[in-house]
């Protein structure tokens, strides 16, 4: 209450002070109030050189004191400012705690210095080719003249572009090398636009390329252009040229010497073991355990050989990749008795053999399913001297649904798990099959048992085993090839309640009967930031179920349903992709799409696709507007009579598109406004689901639409995400026409909690 009584007063005097926010500033000063237009003028004819716009906006980029989204855009109400100029800094005490809570200085017309602002801004567009262009900015004030905004206005004048390019004399090989490095770039073109970021960039190109040519001293500072404007109008002449101050031995190449490599204990210590092998000397401390060619496998120097960055990096790739050492250090050192020759030294550091960890964490799923949960891990690094790593994965968890619905819900549950996987850092596969050396694959066999419980419906135990393969093509691109997968899911326990709904519709029913799944599926994705604003993330899966089972059992005679171990085993093919693309606008501010698309059917010796295979939407991560499971499929409503009729809304067909711009509020808190769109639909029609069938005429009305806004509180390694959806458009029949149909406003909201982002 003592708190209340001098919080109160405080705010009295805000309100009645005018809130005045210029108050306690000098004669002189005048509050900077943000930018109220950034004006870029290109010449008549011509078009802004890339990013130019995105550069000169952040070169402004200084924040007022309520800036909101960007210096353009403010909240309305200063409230440290207010503070600064009406309420006095008391000495101690809680006021005085209060005060240093609340206040913001004033930023200043002079803090900013606009006039630095143009000057970086003239250096921009010198960088992009404009050397005739010039920035100025003018102050816009109101009825308070302690008060501005600015006002930006640039003229770029005319674009500058490249005219020739003459090469070094190729009278040296490193000359020569330079040359066809210069040749090989597109950009460096009679007519491409003069660009310092894009010459940088075959700087880099040309010191990569002579450090992969044994030139490992050269850095490309040493690679230096001469720019001649004056021979035809708004052309340049480029010339490459070496540095002047290109220290000793940049210009030679060397070759590699002695290869020697240390594996230390994690303790320290130890008995030194040396091996002699054709990739260097290895010296193992004991004891320890080490498959006799591992080391050498991952060793990508040869003693003789030019020295190359690109054997480095790969070696230091393919030594962390074991997942055995928990430090690689490799050094070059001259060799004082030999001309142009590098010792490589390669020191690694065992990690410790055993490894335990006890998580209490929130779970968060796709389904808004969220609960405490526990995960209890043991894993046993370099099992067998191979690199081979053994995970055992016991977890626990309780869940509650949010949502819309989430009083009504009847799906709170427990799930408990335990899983063991067993991974070789290497392809388990006949010497017939090619591979690759570049990228280190792995070979992985997991066991796996679940117990769900649902209690007011069923419990169920599934049980699995898979043999699969990952390999990267790339940095960018990486593939898992499952070889064989068996999951064996059976009810253990059905309520009355979950039978009578079974009974009602027997294609649902079909779907949760006891059966095997043996599988077959391979995966691609494909992740790659192409710059620091543009991002791609493509990943497609394909699976079948039960063909070659199917095709064994067909040629030995077996007519009708076929089973095994006397269960009937699925038999179906699924395909899922999504293509996600984040752009980022200003700053920490993206637009981040997704587009998911997946079908399933079912043939042969099975009539439904396994109800675990079946797609829904709605929820955490999918249309936030909707309860999971709460649309589809297509236009089908379950019947107001029917009470929790969420086992029938799921699909073998899924569209979803999603559109989210996510943008930086204060701190660790970052804020969210998105647009959800999908349904599913099935692929067979099923009478007691009317409208559910995919069609194309009512591909558009059926898609379920939303939109809303998001807190997300980012900490790095965990982000703890609240989303409210509010409905516009749901697929079934609501009793109102138009495409706003939904049926209230407040029945149109759905709140959901989760960890970790959308997508």
Same mark, same amino acid.
């Given at each position: 209450m003592k708190s209340l009584r001098l919080i109160i007063p405080i705010v009295s005097a805000l309100l009645i002070s005018a809130c005045s926010t210029t108050r306690r500033l000098g004669e002189e000063d005048i509050l900077y109030t943000g930018v109220k237009r950034t004006a870029i003028v290109p010449d008549s004819g011509q078009t802004l050189a890339p990013g130019l716009s995105d550069n000169v906006k952040e070169a402004v980029n200084v924040k007022p004191n309520n800036c909101l989204i960007s210096p353009s855009v403010r909240y309305p109400f200063p409230l440290g400012l207010w503070v600064y100029n009406n309420w006095p800094n008391p000495p101690k005490?809680? =006021?005085?705690? @209060?005060?240093? *809570?609340?206040?913001?200085?004033?930023? @200043?017309? !002079?803090?900013? =210095?606009?006039?630095?602002?143009?000057?970086? &801004? $003239?250096?921009? @567009?010198?960088?992009?080719?404009?050397? =005739?262009?010039?920035? !100025?900015?003018?102050?816009?004030?109101? +009825?308070? *003249?302690?008060?501005? !905004?600015?006002?930006?206005?640039?003229?770029?004048?005319?674009?500058?572009?490249? $005219?020739?390019?003459?090469?070094m004399p190729d009278t040296l090989r490193l000359y020569h090398l330079i040359d066809s490095v210069v040749q090989k770039c597109d950009y460096m073109r009679g007519g491409s636009r003069y660009d310092t970021d894009s010459l940088n960039e075959v700087r880099v190109r040309i010191a990569n390329a002579l450090r992969n040519k044994g030139y490992y001293f050269f850095k490309p500072d040493y690679v230096e252009y001469l720019a001649d404007s004056t021979i035809t109008p708004q052309r340049i002449a480029l010339r490459v040229v070496l540095a002047g101050n290109i220290p000793k031995g940049a210009d030679q190449v060397y070759t590699t010497g002695t290869i020697t490599t240390r594996v230390l204990r994690n303790q320290g210590g130890g008995t030194p073991d040396t091996m002699h092998t054709k990739r260097g000397t290895v010296i193992q401390m004991k004891p320890s355990r080490l498959r006799q060619n591992l080391i050498p496998s991952c060793i990508r120097f040869r003693e003789g050989k030019i020295l190359t960055v690109r054997d480095m990096n790969r070696t230091q790739t393919y030594l962390s990749r074991l997942g055995i050492f928990n430090g690689v250090e490799i050094n070059v050192i001259p060799d004082t008795t030999k001309h142009n020759v590098l010792n490589v030294d390669i020191n690694c550091t065992f990690d410790k053999p055993m490894e335990a960890s006890i998580e209490v964490n929130a779970t968060s799923k796709s389904n808004s399913y969220i609960g405490p949960g526990v995960d209890l891990k043991l894993t046993s690094h370099n099992l067998f001297g191979g690199g081979e790593q053994l995970n055992i994965d016991l977890t626990g968890s309780y869940e509650w649904q949010t949502g819309r619905d989430k009083h009504n819900s009847v799906f709170n549950s427990y799930e408990i798990g335990l899983n063991t996987s067993l991974a070789f850092p290497r392809l388990l596969a006949p010497r017939f099959i090619p591979r690759t050396r570049r990228e280190l694959s792995w070979t992985r066999i997991t066991l796996g048992a679940d117990l769900l419980n649902r209690p007011h419906y069923f419990r169920m135990a599934q049980f699995n085993a898979s043999f699969n393969y990952d390999w990267r093509v790339n940095r960018y691109i990486t593939n898992t090839l499952t070889l064989f997968k068996l999951t064996y899911t059976k009810l253990l326990h059905t309520t009355h309640e979950f039978d009578s709904i079974m009974s009602q519709n027997r294609a649902i029913a079909l779907s949760f009967q006891s059966q095997f799944i043996p599988q077959i599926a391979y995966t691609y994705n494909y992740d790659r930031y192409f710059d620091r604003d543009n991002g791609i993330s493509w990943t497609f899966t394909v699976q079948e179920a039960g063909n070659v089972f199917w095709a064994i059992w067909q040629a030995a005679g077996k007519k009708g349903e076929k089973e095994l171990f006397d269960t009937p085993f699925s038999q179906f093919i699924k395909g899922t992709t999504q293509l996600v693309y984040n752009r980022r606008l200003i700053g920490d501010h993206w637009l981040v799409t997704r587009a998911a698309v997946g079908a399933a059917h079912a043939y042969g010796n099975s009539s439904q696709v396994p109800y675990a295979e079946q797609f829904y939407v709605g929820g955490a991560n999918s249309v936030r507007a909707f309860t999971v499971r709460s649309i589809g499929p297509g236009s089908y409503r379950v019947p107001s009579d029917m009470v929790n009729g969420y086992f029938d809304q799921?699909?073998?067909? +899924?569209?979803?598109?999603?559109?989210?711009?996510?943008?930086?509020? &204060?701190?660790?808190?970052?804020?969210?406004?998105?647009?959800?769109?999908?349904?599913?639909?099935?692929? +067979?029609?099923?009478?007691?689901?009317?409208?559910?069938?995919?069609?194309? +005429? !009512?591909? @558009?009305?059926?898609?379920?639409?939303?939109?809303?806004?998001?807190?997300?509180?980012? &900490?790095?390694?965990?982000?703890?995400?609240? $989303?409210?959806?509010?409905?516009?458009?749901?697929?079934?029949?609501?009793?109102?026409?138009?495409?706003?149909n939904m049926e209230s406003f407040k029945k149109s909201l759905a709140f959901h909690l989760a960890i970790g982002y959308p997508f």
């Open positions: 005490g809680f =006021r005085h705690w @209060l005060y240093e *809570k609340l206040v913001e200085e004033p930023v @200043l017309i !002079s803090d900013v =210095r606009p006039e630095v602002r143009t000057e970086m &801004i $003239d250096q921009i @567009l010198d960088n992009h080719g404009y050397f =005739r262009g010039h920035a !100025s900015y003018e102050l816009a004030q109101g +009825k308070n *003249k302690k008060k501005a !905004s600015i006002i930006y206005n640039v003229h770029t004048g005319p674009q500058y572009y490249i $005219d020739t390019v003459m090469l799921t699909g073998t067909f +899924k569209f979803e598109f999603n559109v989210e711009y996510r943008f930086p509020i &204060i701190g660790p808190l970052h804020g969210a406004v998105f647009f959800d769109s999908g349904n599913v639909w099935l692929l +067979k029609n099923d009478p007691q689901r009317p409208g559910g069938l995919l069609q194309g +005429k !009512s591909f @558009l009305r059926d898609l379920a639409t939303g939109t809303g806004a998001g807190l997300r509180v980012d &900490i790095g390694m965990l982000v703890i995400r609240g $989303d409210l959806g509010i409905g516009i458009h749901a697929p079934y029949d609501t009793g109102k026409s138009g495409y706003y």
